[in-house]
């Protein structure tokens, strides 16, 4: 079966489904007092495994995955010394076979390769060469793959989003918490350099108390998800194997962790704060079907598609701590990139798409916006100033390198990792709660708290040095 024929996506049709692991009843998700949803079996009480890291000088990793976003972050482990590549596993031959030959040309020793069907990534993990795994694979396979690593006491980096269902985010958190094996997920605008600038600037206080802020993927895809006057299906290429299926058949936030995950360091969420509650809606679906027609025609095969994927979805989130968040996922329409991030407290407030701020007493004059550079490079993030060299090429403006680079560092250490688990599945739950929120008419949904209450007191890890 191709990652093309697989199903298993979340459907709008599929919203009573959802809906029902939602629900009170038995062997279903039950509501806490805070209106929040807990896993049944899951107490408070529970935890993670502690974890002690049998890898303190080199970690070897297999790759699940070494398409393009597969082939970029095994660059980056070959531009390191202690990361040996052991083994890789792709479904396209090719693919693998130019990730061999990347290894060996980087001077390593040629890695076994798993190209097998669609089920070879199984092999790969059975290995005793293989202490962590990088999947990198279209969406649909992240969390089985995680799932399966974990079991096999391989640590995990993960691409995002972590899962696509409300199960499988606690497939993630059950095995974490039973196995003790470290799960990163891999999102890395958390390391964007004016992010972290920002979120030196909010612990200093200087936004004063946080009460709003906003993020979003907003990033014109209909190059990617359609080859222009290419039929979709057989002989597509790219991400347009797999992710334009998921523009056909879902309608909700499907790629909310760039917007929320600096969004959710900036909150504390899941130490000492947390998502509530979510309300999602999505406009008609009008972009792609244009942008297919001016591509090839009102006779293109493609122009027969309807697609559920609002053209642009709104999601609305509150918190514990009474802030609220806006989220926004537009990728059918013509539009430049932005992540669209927004921080406003009680003091002041930033806005990227502006690259401006204002604080109240700080700020030159009242009520007007003065440019953010200076403030922000007068808080750049130790993380930059000390890795900044290093970066530079390194993909996305320099953050695969921090993202690969934390990953590493905190397993080989035995340290937590600075996203962790419950993060991917609280920033990943996102999607199936706003798609099943839009087939409720825009109903608000509970978030599940994967911590059972240990988000109260989890300390905060994420960049508090300059090292990870």
Same mark, same amino acid.
């Given at each position: 079966?191709?990652?093309?024929?697989?199903?298993?996506?979340?459907?709008?049709?599929? =919203?009573?489904?959802?809906?029902?692991?939602?629900?009170?009843?038995?062997?279903?998700?039950?509501?806490?007092?805070?209106?929040?949803?807990?896993?049944?079996?899951?107490?408070?009480?529970?935890?993670?495994?502690?974890?002690?890291?049998?890898?303190?000088?080199?970690?070897?990793?297999?790759?699940?995955?070494?398409?393009?976003?597969?082939?970029?972050?095994?660059?980056?482990?070959?531009?390191?010394?202690?990361?040996?590549?052991?083994?890789?596993?792709?479904?396209?031959?090719?693919?693998?076979?130019?990730?061999?030959?990347?290894?060996?040309?980087?001077?390593?020793?040629?890695?076994?390769?798993?190209?097998?069907?669609?089920?070879?990534?199984?092999?790969?993990?059975?290995?005793?060469?293989?202490?962590?795994?990088?999947?990198?694979?279209?969406?649909?396979?992240?969390?089985?793959?995680?799932?399966?690593?974990?079991?096999?006491?391989?640590?995990?980096?993960?691409?995002?989003?972590?899962?696509?269902?409300?199960?499988?985010?606690?497939?993630?958190?059950?095995?974490?918490?039973?196995?003790?094996?470290?799960?990163?997920?891999?999102?890395?605008?958390?390391?964007?350099?004016?992010?972290?600038?920002?979120?030196?600037?909010?612990?200093?206080?200087?936004?004063?108390?946080?009460?709003?802020?906003?993020?979003?993927?907003?990033?014109?895809?209909?190059?990617?998800?359609?080859?222009?006057?290419?039929?979709?299906?057989?002989? =597509?290429?790219?991400?347009?194997?797999?992710?334009?299926?998921?523009?056909?058949?879902?309608?909700?936030?499907?790629?909310?962790?760039?917007?929320?995950?600096?969004?959710?360091?900036?909150?504390?969420?899941?130490?000492?704060?947390?998502?509530?509650?979510?309300?999602?809606?999505?406009?008609?679906?009008?972009?792609?079907?244009?942008?297919?027609?001016?591509?090839?025609?009102?006779?293109?095969?493609?122009?027969?598609?309807?697609?559920?994927?609002?053209?642009?979805?709104?999601?609305?989130?509150?918190?514990?701590?009474?802030?609220?968040?806006?989220?926004?996922?537009?990728?059918?329409?013509?539009?430049?990139?932005?992540?669209?991030?927004?921080?406003?407290?009680?003091?002041?407030?930033?806005?990227?798409?502006?690259?401006?701020?204002?604080?109240?007493?700080?700020?030159?004059?009242?009520?007007?916006?003065?440019?953010?550079?200076?403030?922000?490079?007068?808080?750049?993030?130790?993380?930059?100033?000390?890795?900044?060299?290093?970066?530079?090429?390194?993909?996305?403006?320099?953050?695969?390198?921090?993202?690969?680079?934390?990953?590493?560092?905190?397993?080989?250490?035995?340290?937590?990792?600075?996203?962790?688990?419950?993060?991917?599945?609280?920033?990943?739950?996102?999607?199936?709660?706003?798609?099943?929120?839009?087939?409720?008419?825009?109903?608000?949904?509970?978030?599940?708290?994967?911590?059972?209450?240990?988000?109260?007191?989890?300390?905060?890890?994420?960049?508090?040095?300059?090292?990870?």
């Amino acid at each position: 079966m191709s990652p093309m024929d697989r199903r298993d996506f979340v459907r709008t049709g599929a =919203a009573a489904a959802l809906g029902a692991s939602l629900a009170r009843g038995p062997g279903a998700a039950r509501a806490a007092p805070d209106g929040s949803v807990a896993r049944p079996g899951t107490a408070a009480a529970a935890g993670p495994r502690s974890f002690t890291s049998p890898f303190p000088g080199r970690l070897r990793l297999g790759f699940i995955g070494v398409g393009g976003r597969g082939s970029w972050l095994l660059g980056l482990a070959l531009a390191r010394d202690d990361t040996p590549v052991t083994a890789v596993c792709d479904i396209v031959p090719e693919a693998a076979a130019r990730a061999v030959r990347a290894v060996t040309d980087a001077g390593g020793a040629a890695p076994a390769s798993f190209t097998a069907g669609d089920e070879d990534w199984r092999n790969l993990l059975e290995r005793d060469d293989v202490d962590a795994v990088i999947v990198a694979t279209p969406w649909q396979w992240h969390a089985p793959m995680a799932v399966a690593a974990m079991e096999k006491g391989k640590a995990v980096g993960l691409e995002v989003p972590a899962a696509l269902t409300v199960e499988e985010c606690w497939d993630l958190v059950r095995t974490h918490e039973r196995t003790g094996t470290p799960l990163m997920m891999l999102e890395n605008v958390c390391w964007r350099r004016d992010v972290l600038a920002v979120l030196g600037m909010v612990r200093e206080g200087l936004f004063g108390d946080l009460v709003h802020c906003q993020g979003g993927y907003q990033h014109d895809l209909r190059a990617i998800k359609f080859q222009p006057g290419a039929e979709f299906g057989p002989g =597509a290429t790219g991400e347009a194997v797999w992710r334009t299926r998921h523009s056909i058949e879902r309608n909700g936030d499907l790629y909310p962790t760039h917007g929320i995950g600096p969004v959710a360091n900036w909150l504390g969420i899941q130490r000492g704060n947390r998502f509530l509650r979510l309300s999602s809606a999505a406009t008609k679906s009008h972009g792609l079907h244009e942008y297919v027609v001016a591509a090839g025609g009102p006779e293109h095969p493609n122009a027969d598609i309807g697609f559920r994927l609002g053209d642009v979805v709104t999601t609305l989130i509150t918190t514990a701590n009474d802030e609220t968040i806006l989220l926004s996922h537009d990728t059918n329409l013509p539009r430049p990139y932005s992540l669209n991030f927004r921080v406003q407290g009680t003091r002041g407030l930033w806005m990227d798409d502006f690259d401006a701020l204002y604080i109240e007493g700080a700020s030159p004059e009242p009520h007007r916006w003065e440019p953010a550079a200076p403030w922000l490079e007068r808080h750049d993030h130790g993380l930059w100033r000390r890795y900044a060299a290093d970066a530079e090429g390194a993909g996305h403006g320099g953050m695969d390198f921090f993202v690969l680079h934390a990953f590493v560092e905190a397993v080989k250490r035995g340290d937590p990792t600075p996203l962790d688990v419950y993060d991917a599945a609280a920033w990943s739950v996102i999607s199936p709660l706003s798609e099943l929120s839009i087939a409720r008419g825009g109903d608000a949904v509970a978030f599940p708290d994967f911590t059972a209450g240990r988000w109260r007191t989890r300390a905060a890890v994420f960049g508090l040095g300059d090292e990870f």
